[in-house]
Nanobody
């Protein structure tokens, strides 16, 4: 079984920074892509940033220039550096990975972490 676990959430003032990390464990052959999503109260879950195994990245317009996604393929980890945080960035942040499992099946499934709360105060 594959598990994704996030860490690094918390409370920060507007203009501050936080770094989220996510580690995947289990029977993993590869993960492509890995990404971060968020869900604010009363809103749908939305994509924040995604990174391929080759390092290609894509960001939501609302976070471009402020957030940076990175990954370590050898450790099956992904991180999200969040700078210049705004009150509207407050949400539960979820790590996601499209995982290809190990032999003999090499099955592909999407996995989610349980989420980590990020609260930005004014």
């Amino acid at each position: 079984q594959v598990q994704l676990v996030e860490s690094g959430g918390g409370l920060v003032q507007a203009g501050g920074s936080l770094r989220l990390s996510c580690a995947a464990s289990g029977s993993i052959f590869s993960i492509n892509p890995m990404g971060w999503y968020r869900q604010a109260p009363g809103k749908e879950r939305e994509l924040v940033a995604v990174i391929s195994s080759s390092g290609s990245t894509s960001y939501a317009d609302s976070v471009k220039g402020r957030f940076t996604i990175s990954r370590d393929n050898a450790k099956n980890t992904v991180a999200l550096q969040m700078n210049s945080l705004k009150v509207e960035d407050t949400a539960v942040y979820y790590c996601n990975g499209r995982v290809q499992g190990g032999p003999p099946v090499f099955e592909i499934n999407d996995y989610w972490g349980p989420g980590t709360q990020v609260t930005v105060s004014s």
